[in-house]
């Protein structure tokens, strides 16, 4: 009698010299995948013995692989940067922001100043959408993927200060100088001690051609040194971003007060 009995059968060779693949299920394909990253060298050879329409399915397969990991490094560094709130460009008042004679809005989307290691200062009236224009650039920044960190001048100052305290103030640093994109919202909106003020100082320092900054503020330059409770150190600090950096100006009546339910 003659045994029916199926088997799972090895790959074999085809007259034409051409290695036939074994049938398999999608369980068996993910079971395997799970615990094997791809070799180049192992791949190279799969890919030589395919058939165009297998190079096709790889080619899809990695594609989506691809896009899947891109999909999930963005949702990442969106969560790392520590933003208040989702905020885009789409739909943007740009109407209370005033531009440097030679860069404007297209310079500011295309990120390039990031890319440059510059800073960005938006100044100017309370509820004038500053807070909102840093969230939507640190948002574009992470979707193309690039690492950002945002603080209010408070709660930087207040971690730094924490970090200290732990003994692991370099790790902080480290840490905070990993991204490429740094937001300091608030600067100025409350008082800093001289100690709190040193440690900002030395962030910003350390940022300066290594990383952009980008500061919020409704103080001009010349009270900075009432932020920092030192005439030298405000003047340090402005002298770095004056040199690599560029000041959007914001003017009109708060938003929030103009929506405001209170009449």
């Not at 959408?129 to 650039?137: E, Q, R, S, V």
């Not at 640190?138 to 993927?145: K, N, T, V």
């Not at 010349?222 to 150190?233: A, E, I, L, N």
């Not at 003047?235 to 770095?240: E, H, Q, S, T, W």
Request: glycine share 8%; with cysteine; proline share 4%.
């Amino acid at each position: 009698m003659t045994d029916t009995t199926t088997t799972d059968v090895p790959a074999t060779t085809a007259p034409t010299g051409r290695r036939r693949s074994p049938k398999a299920t999608p369980g068996q394909v993910m079971e395997l995948a799970r615990t094997l990253p791809l070799t180049r060298d192992v791949l190279r050879r799969a890919c030589d013995d395919a058939t165009p329409g297998q190079l096709g399915f790889l080619a899809g397969l990695f594609e989506m692989e691809n896009a899947s990991r891109a999909e999930s490094k963005r949702a990442r560094l969106l969560r790392q940067a520590g933003f208040p709130q989702s905020k885009t460009l789409d739909g943007y008042d740009w109407s209370m922001a005033s531009f440097p004679a030679d860069w404007g809005r297209e310079q500011l989307a295309s990120l390039q100043f990031v890319d440059r290691a510059e800073d960005l200062v938006l100044y100017g009236d309370v509820g004038c959408g500053k807070t909102h224009l840093a969230i939507a650039i640190g948002e574009l920044a992470c979707r193309r993927m690039i690492p950002v960190r945002f603080f209010t001048a408070s709660s930087l100052v207040m971690r730094l200060r924490k970090a200290k305290h732990d003994n692991r103030l370099d790790t902080e640093l480290k840490t905070i100088g990993k991204a490429e994109l740094l937001i300091i919202d608030e600067l100025g909106y409350l008082p800093i001690d001289i100690e709190g003020a040193r440690l900002l100082f030395q962030v910003i320092a350390d940022s300066y051609e290594t990383r952009s900054v980008v500061f919020t503020s409704n103080l001009e330059f010349s009270r900075w040194g009432d932020v920092f409770g030192d005439g030298d150190m405000a003047a340090a600090v402005i002298d770095r971003i004056v040199h690599h950096g560029r000041i959007v100006r914001f003017h009109g009546e708060s938003y929030r007060n103009t929506h405001s339910l209170m009449k």
